[in-house]
């Protein structure tokens, strides 16, 4: 008997296995505690790459609808120096692995293509707990709980079902990210527009960076990256934003005022986006009835995998409990098992990328790699 699927968290892993299970007739449930499917922004850009994301996304039956929302030119690159000299410019000829569309479409798509009631909203975990013989229940924070066979756990970071399987917690990487946005930007702020250029722009120095990507329109979404202890970014009140944003820029003074103003002529509050990592060869040993995909099986630092291991790893974990029907214990073992290398190679990839990118040699290791000098 096909088991029923109970999935925590409606992101971009829980939704491709809910998908592709759904188009091999395995009827799944997600738990998702936002309140809707538009409760908050869902980030920004994601390019979605020939070798994970866009495989997934086939096995989900989607690839052709994913096109329709590729944002053309946005695989286009650059690399400045501090003081504004183009280092790299690497035009979109249409040509590149990697197209880009806006994360919150791409959620969308995929939950409009289950069937009604799917994701059950406002649904936030409050525990777990085995009942034996593979079963597990699920507590949510209005009193509620459910009894599922077989539970997985795509609920990110600060996962409330890893517990079942690992000690393991996210631990922070001795930098974070600091987002602003500017609007208009072609009209408002034309010398930001012009220094980022058609897609993404790196701004490199040991320690810290200003990165920037064009969106939809004349949106640019800046990450401010600066490598510092948490108690630095707690003396910042973030409530106040002139003062917050005056703060983070001041720790590049000196830089192009076409850069520094991505910081200071901001239109948003700043955000603050600490960056935590699971150990990089994070794994568990097999539990009856329940596994993990996504963040919370592998958090790791930014590299553009993220998104992509966690839609490849909802299309295997699919694919494989199709493949076996009537043993889900094989299914899990199955996928498990080729999770844990690939999880790995992809955290040592991305502490490698950050090096490269904020280490002492940046930002020329980071262009010795896109001349492919350095191994992907």
Request: proline share 7%; charged share 20%; with cysteine.
């Amino acid at each position: 008997m096909r088991t029923p699927v109970t999935i925590i968290g409606a992101g971009l892993g829980g939704l491709t296995l809910a998908r592709v299970l759904h188009v091999q007739g395995i009827v799944a449930t997600v738990y998702e505690a936002e309140p809707s499917p538009t409760a908050r922004a869902q980030g920004g850009m994601l390019d979605i790459h020939d070798h994970n994301g866009q495989p997934a996304l086939q096995a989900a039956d989607l690839i052709e609808e994913f096109r329709g929302l590729v944002l053309e030119g946005r695989q286009a690159a650059r690399a400045l120096a501090p003081d504004g000299t183009v280092l790299l410019d690497e035009p979109d000829d249409g040509t590149g692995g990697r197209p880009e569309v806006m994360r919150g479409e791409l959620r969308r798509m995929l939950i409009d293509s289950l069937p009604a009631g799917t994701v059950r909203w406002g649904h936030k975990v409050s525990g777990a707990r085995a009942l034996g013989d593979g079963r597990h229940e699920v507590t949510f924070a209005d009193g509620t709980s459910v009894v599922t066979s077989l539970l997985v756990g795509a609920d990110g970071a600060w996962s409330r079902v890893r517990p079942l399987l690992s000690d393991a917690t996210p631990e922070y990487v001795g930098m974070s990210f600091v987002e602003t946005y500017l609007f208009d930007a072609d009209t408002r702020h034309p010398a930001g527009a012009k220094a980022v250029g058609g897609g993404a722009m790196y701004a490199l120095a040991p320690g810290k960076a200003i990165q920037a990507h064009r969106e939809t329109g004349g949106t640019l979404h800046t990450y401010v990256a600066l490598r510092k202890p948490q108690d630095w970014f707690a003396g910042i009140d973030f409530t106040d934003s002139p003062a917050a944003t005056a703060r983070i820029a001041q720790e590049f003074d000196g830089w192009a005022p076409e850069l520094t103003a991505l910081i200071t002529d901001c239109d948003t509050a700043p955000v603050l986006r600490p960056l935590n990592t699971l150990p990089a060869a994070h794994r568990w040993d097999r539990v009856p009835g329940v596994t993990l995909l996504g963040d919370a099986a592998h958090l790791m630092p930014p590299s553009g995998e993220g998104a992509n291991l966690a839609m490849y790893d909802g299309a295997e974990l699919g694919k494989a409990l199709a493949a076996n029907p009537d043993d889900v214990e094989a299914a899990l073992a199955e996928y498990e098992q080729a999770l844990f290398p690939r999880s790995a190679a992809e955290a040592a990839d991305a502490a490698h990328l950050h090096e490269l990118m904020f280490g002492d040699d940046a930002p020329y290791g980071l262009l010795e790699f896109f001349a492919g000098g350095e191994p992907a």
